[in-house]
């Protein structure tokens, strides 16, 4: 199946030529989905499920710039982003009592990038060159990787079906901020494959990810 999304991709290359727009759209999404999460749970902070995704702090990088610099280093196929998006509304859905907010959305992106690079490329980086550009250890990124394996229940397929919705989702949200603005709810998530995006998926601007106080230099 990666194969034959591959392919598709090939013989579909305007999809390829907006991917930088695309990876906005995605953390759009998940920066506005995050912040709602964080407006709700605040209340329940002291009682709400800590994960092996959850930072102490909220990482000072804005989701924006941390694809940005997955995009820059993982050098993945740009069909990668698309189903490590995927992989996250897989997550979301089958983990609704982790709902992905400030403090875990940026561990949750390189993690589903990571998967989706192993699952899609043919080549790809080992697990310590993806800790170094998220910021974190490579002991947290063998521990990320099962913890993410095990909450979509190895689910790594997709359809072409499933991915070319995704992907026409991600261009109607790009399209709504180009002629409206970035602040409008995207319009697929309405649908109820999506919806859960609402109830569970930050921002500044340097790297590490910080977790019990220990910092990774990044590439």
Do not use: W
Not at 107 to 117: D, E, G, H, K, M
Request: charged content about 20%; hydrophobic content about 40%; glycine content about 2%.
């Amino acid at each position: 199946m990666a194969d034959q999304i591959q392919k598709m991709i090939y013989d579909q290359e305007p999809m390829a030529e907006i991917m930088p727009n695309a990876i906005m759209a995605i953390a759009s999404l998940l920066q506005r989905v995050s912040e709602m999460n964080d407006d709700l749970s605040r209340p329940l902070r002291e009682h709400q499920r800590i994960s092996a995704f959850s930072a102490l702090t909220k990482p000072s990088i804005s989701i924006r710039s941390y694809m940005e610099r997955i995009f820059k280093y993982a050098n993945c196929s740009d069909s990668c982003y698309i189903v490590a998006y995927i992989y996250l509304d897989r997550f979301i859905q089958k983990q609704p009592f982790l709902p992905i907010d400030s403090f875990n959305v940026h561990r949750l992106i390189i993690t589903s990038v990571l998967l989706s690079a192993k699952f899609m490329d043919d080549l790809c980086y080992n697990n310590a060159y993806y800790a170094k550009v998220g910021g974190i250890t490579t002991e947290e990124m063998n521990l990320l990787e099962l913890d993410f394996l095990f909450g979509i229940g190895f689910q790594l397929n997709v359809t072409i079906s499933t991915y070319n919705d995704y992907c026409s989702s991600l261009q109607r949200e790009m399209v709504m901020m180009t002629m409206y603005s970035p602040l409008l709810e995207p319009s697929f998530l309405v649908r109820s494959s999506h919806k859960n995006l609402l109830m569970h998926l930050y921002d500044e601007d340097s790297l590490p990810i910080h977790r019990n106080n220990q910092v990774t230099t990044a590439v």
